[in-house]
Every structure is written in C-alpha cells, then in structure tokens.
C-alpha cells in the first residue's frame, strides 16, 4: 500500500473520509434542488431537439413556458407530458413550438392524470438513456476491433480553429501524427450561454462551439481514422458552464468518450453560482458514468492562479473532492482523469523533483485513474526554444510517473493559437520522449526518506489540514473565502443562481430515478 512515496495508509484513508465529511452537504444540497438544465436535459433526453428560426432551442423555450406556468421546483417532465396528453401529441418537439407560440398552458398533474403523465415521461426519457446505452456499447465494440494506443499515457491534442469544417481535417492529421485523444476546445465564452447552440458553427473564438452536430460530425470523422490507423482515436469536449447536464447528455447520444468535468471550474473561473454548479455536476456525472465517458477535472487551472508549491495541497483536496462527487454520482475510478499540471517557476530552485513529487503523490494516491497531466502554461514566456524543453521535460515526468493522459503542450503557448507545425512539432517532442524512456517509470523510484519523498509527505499532510478546516465550516465557506485557486464565490451569488429551484414535495425527475439504477 505505501508504493513509491512510502504513504501512510492510514492518512491516506483519513485524507478520504475527510473529502467525504466535506462533500456529502453539497450532496445533501444536489439531491434537494434542480435546474433549468438539469430539466432542459431531461427533455433532451425525452425526444425535444432543434431550434426556433432565431436559433433559440425548443428545449429553452419549453422549459421556460413550464417555468412561468407552474415554476420549476416541480420538475418539467410531469406538467410536459400532462400537457402532451391532453393535446393529444406524440411529438415533444411539436409541443414546445405550440408552447412558443403561446397555445398551450401547464398545470401541475393531479391524481390519475398525474400517473399517466408520470409513466409517459419515464418511457420517453428510458428510451433516450437507452440510445445512450447503445452508444457505450458502440464505443466497446470498436476499441475491441481497433484496440487501444499500445503506450501509456495517452496522447491528448487540442485542436481549436473556430470551424469545425476545419478542426475535422486538423485532427485527423494530428490522429495519424500520434494524437490519441483529440479536444475540440470549446468557442471562448460558451460556458456563460444558458442555451446550447444549434447545427454546425463555423465562427467560434478562440475554439469551436460545442453543439450535437459539431459532435456527430467530428465522431464520425474520427471513426473514419480509427479504421485508417488500426486503433480507436477518442473525442473530448467541455461539459461545464451553464449547460454542462445537456452538454453531458449530448455527448451521451453521440459517443464522445471524454468530457472536460469538474467539480468547481465554472464556480472558480467563469463565477458561476456554486449551488447551480454543484447541482449540475452531479447530473452530468450521472450522465457520464452511464454513457462509459471518462471525465477531465480542472485543478490543474488553480494554479494559474495560485502559487503552484504553496499551493500544491489545494489540488490535491480537490482531486479528494472530485473523487469523491465522482463516485457518489456512479463514475468508477478508471473514469476519473483527475487533473493536476507542470506549473512551478522553472526558476524555483529543484523545480524538476518538485514536479516529480508532486505527479508521483497524484499517481499513487489514485492508482487506477487515468490522471490527466497538463502541461506548462503560466510561466511561458514566447521563447520557443525554451518552450519546447519546458514541455520536454513535462513530457519526461509524465512517462516517469505514469499519467494516464498526457495534454500535449506547446512551445507558442502565449504566444498564438497554434499552426498545425506546432502540433507537429509538439507531437515530436511527446513521440521522443515516451519512446526514448518507455517503461522508466518502472525504474524510477525516490531515494527512501529523501527530497521527493519528504515533499510529497508534506503536500499530503497540508491536504489533510486544510479538509480538517473545510469540514469544520463548510465547502461552500471554503469557496466563499477563496480557499482554491484565491478566487472567492460567495454561495448567493454567481451567474445562473436564478435558474436554480429546491425540489417541491411533488418534483419528479425521471432522468434522475433511472441513473440511479444499475443498468439492467
């Protein structure tokens, strides 16, 4: 149990009990609310999809209808299909657009009509969690006929042009480069849209907007170079912001097999309203460990922030955290791409084994995660020579350590959004030092009792300090207060807080009572 860095077991395990103590109110809180896009996409899944002419989804305008008839603590899959009943509808589409349009009215089902509404929201929501099922079964299939990457960590490249036309050809060809993994990273900005657009885009900023066409269209690319390549390239979006329970649900209906996922980015980073963020966490993770999706957690942003050595055990209360949340909404740990990132001033001195202590203690407190490994952003400066080895030597203590997913780092980072060279480049980079080390991290173990070990030791202990002090007041104080990466989000505020509602004693959620069965 104590592997390389000599842990003590019984301070790991108190180090997870305490993650427990600290998250199960914000558990308690996700199980007692709900959102609009908790219930936009339960509507998704129930058949709704499309956009009026002024590029509002229907799924939008039907649970805003709901909303201003009978609110949303109730749920929207009773009053929807109340309402479908006694317009004779079988078409939930078809009924948003007569909701748009102002001819229907929703009422809160009573007795008999309750019932039926209930049992009709369930068959419909089933079949699009079947739908899902059956792109998780797809997924098996293919990895078993093209196989997996033969190395470890998988190789993980962003491609973000704007234009999905455009990112399809770049990440085939990152594909034949090397690239495991490809990221669509997602249009600056989308995160705040409380809508997910509709169809292809071909004008995001900075990325490419994250919509189900996009998707399909990209999945099915890649499959064209799965086949080519003789092994299963994987597809990677963003389910986090405003939307992230339809994001997670889409992603779902068209097999993308890793999603941006965390806990607490969008409360952080885009200040977003925790109580909406936590609610819609757990929803989209329900999602994913049904659909097989492996999630990708964002510690590795706090310490864009923060200083990344005084600051270290934050992340790893973080990856405690996210453990935790993880679990408690169905993922297993082979889902869990905890994030954590190469982020100390290469002018710190023993910069190097600090890194390394740092992966190594990731690694071993969770040995069966896929860990995503990030590279060095914050402290490049242009020089791209310079850059190049710093992500050389990212490179290095990845294979050293054994990540899981290595992001492929770039020397014009900070400077450009990078050419299809520099991914060429960047990929020569990663080819050379996974082939060049291969199984060293077979070889590498710490000096017992030494600079690394120590490190480790203290960053771990600082962890079980700071979820002793969490547990003592609250995650939600802890965030107030500026506790990870210093940005400080007061529970009461926050993007989004308006769209948040507690269950009324009547709320039915369909979505929810099938996720949290076993699959039959």
Same mark, same amino acid.
């Given at each position: 149990m104590s592997g390389k860095l000599d842990l003590d077991p019984v301070l790991v395990a108190r180090a997870r009990e305490l993650a427990r103590r600290a998250g199960q109110p914000v558990v308690e809180l996700a199980r007692t609310h709900t959102t609009v896009s908790v219930e936009r996409a339960v509507l998704r899944l129930a058949g709704v999809a499309g956009a009026d002419p002024d590029g509002i989804p229907w799924?939008?305008?039907?649970?805003?209808?709901?909303?201003?008839?009978?609110?949303?603590?109730?749920?929207?899959?009773?009053?929807?299909?109340?309402?479908l009943v006694r317009e004779q509808l079988d078409d939930v589409t078809l009924l948003a657009q007569k909701a748009a349009a102002g001819s229907v009215r929703f009422t809160l089902p009573a007795g008999r009509a309750a019932t039926v509404a209930r049992r009709a929201a369930r068959r419909a929501v089933a079949a699009g969690v079947r739908r899902v099922d059956r792109r998780r079964a797809e997924r098996d299939r293919l990895v078993k006929r093209y196989g997996d990457p033969k190395q470890r960590p998988w190789i993980y490249l962003i491609v973000a042009t704007g234009d999905i036309y455009e990112d399809i050809p770049q990440a085939q060809a990152a594909a034949r480069a090397g690239a495991d993994v490809i990221a669509v990273i997602r249009s600056t900005g989308q995160s705040l849209l409380d809508y997910v657009p509709e169809? $292809?885009?071909?004008? #995001?900023? *900075?990325? &490419?907007?994250?919509?189900?066409?996009?998707?399909?269209l990209m999945r099915a690319a890649l499959d064209e170079t799965s086949k080519e390549l003789g092994r299963y390239v994987r597809l990677t979006n963003y389910a986090s912001g405003l939307c992230m329970p339809e994001m997670a649900t889409l992603a779902g209906l068209e097999r993308l097999d890793m999603m941006l996922n965390d806990s607490m980015y969008g409360i952080l980073f885009r200040d977003i309203n925790p109580v909406r963020t936590f609610v819609d966490q757990r929803f989209s993770r329900q999602v994913h460990a049904r659909a097989g999706i492996i999630i990708n957690t964002g510690e590795d942003n706090y310490l864009t922030t923060a200083d990344a050595?005084?600051?270290?055990?934050?992340?790893?209360?973080?990856?405690?955290?996210?453990?935790?949340? $993880?679990?408690?909404? #169905?993922? *297993?740990? &082979?889902?869990?791409?905890?994030?954590?990132?190469?982020?100390?001033?290469?002018?710190?001195?023993?910069?190097?084994?600090?890194?390394?202590a740092h992966a190594l203690l990731a690694r071993e407190l969770f040995p069966d995660a896929p860990l995503k490994w990030m590279p060095p952003t914050k402290h490049m400066t242009g020089d791209v020579f310079r850059g190049n080895l710093l992500d050389g030597f990212f490179n290095l203590v990845g294979t050293m350590t054994g990540q899981g997913i290595l992001l492929v780092g770039m020397m014009t980072e900070a400077v450009v959004t990078p050419w299809l060279s520099d991914r060429d480049i960047a990929l020569q980079n990663v080819r050379y030092v996974l082939g060049a080390a291969g199984g060293l991290h077979e070889d590498f173990v710490p000096a017992p009792g030494g600079f690394i070990q120590q490190r480790a030791h203290r960053v771990l202990g600082e962890a079980v300090d700071l979820l002793e002090r969490i547990g003592d007041q609250s995650l939600l104080t802890a965030i107030a207060e500026g506790t990870f990466g210093i940005m400080k989000r007061p529970a009461d505020r926050g993007k989004g807080l308006s769209g948040v509602a507690r269950h009324e004693a009547d709320y039915y959620n369909p979505a929810t009572e099938i996720l949290e069965q076993q699959p039959s």
């Open positions: 799924v939008n305008r039907l649970v805003d209808a709901v909303v201003a008839d009978v609110g949303l603590g109730h749920g929207v899959a009773a009053p929807v299909f109340d309402a169809g $292809a885009t071909r004008e #995001g900023f *900075a990325g &490419t907007y994250a919509t189900q066409e996009n998707f399909r050595v005084d600051e270290a055990h934050t992340v790893t209360v973080s990856q405690l955290l996210n453990e935790f949340f $993880a679990h408690e909404a #169905g993922l *297993a740990d &082979t889902q869990l791409g905890l994030g954590h990132a190469f982020e100390i001033n290469p002018e710190v001195p023993e910069s190097f084994r600090l890194e390394l």
